[in-house]
């Protein structure tokens, strides 16, 4: 069964901001990027495709360790309590330079260094 489907998609359809948090050999490491970002590359069923620009922190702790845990919200989706609803997504990432995901990357955001490919294992709502 797909994890990004049904309210975890509303959110991921209306976020505006998208936080990533990685681990590093001096703790976390958090970095952000638009939703419209990922909107624009296309939400698969477990994978996201993100824009790297920067992101040289984030690419050396994936190197190390490839855990990822995303954040997503929207006050725009109806949660269980009112107005908003969350979800973080973990998963395993990596950044490449090279392939049909670099393609489209390249083809959207000529500024971008690599893609970010994030390969989501679990979707846990935020009540």
């Known amino acids: 069964m797909p994890l990004l489907e049904g309210a975890c998609r509303e959110v991921l359809d209306r976020a505006e901001v998208v936080a ?3 681990a590093g ?3 976390p490491h958090i970095t952000a990027t638009w939703g419209d970002y990922m ?8 994978r ?4 790297a620009g920067f992101y040289r922190q984030m690419e050396a ?16 989706v109806q949660g269980t309590m009112g107005p908003g609803q969350g ?6 990432g ?10 489209r990357v390249r083809a959207n955001f000529a500024w971008a ?14 009540l």
């Open 94 to 103: 990596r950044i490449v330079d090279s392939g049909e995901d670099m393609d």
């Open 113 to 126: 260094r690599g893609a970010l490919i994030v390969e989501i294992t679990e979707a846990i709502a935020h």
């Open 61 to 76: 702790n994936l190197t190390r360790n490839d855990a990822i845990q995303i954040l997503v919200a929207s006050r725009q």
């Open 39 to 46: 909107r624009t590359l296309g939400i698969g069923e477990d």
């Open 25 to 27: 050999e001096d703790g």
């Open 20 to 22: 990533m948090v990685t």
């Open 48 to 51: 996201l495709v993100i824009p």
């Open 87 to 92: 979800f973080t997504l973990k998963g395993r």
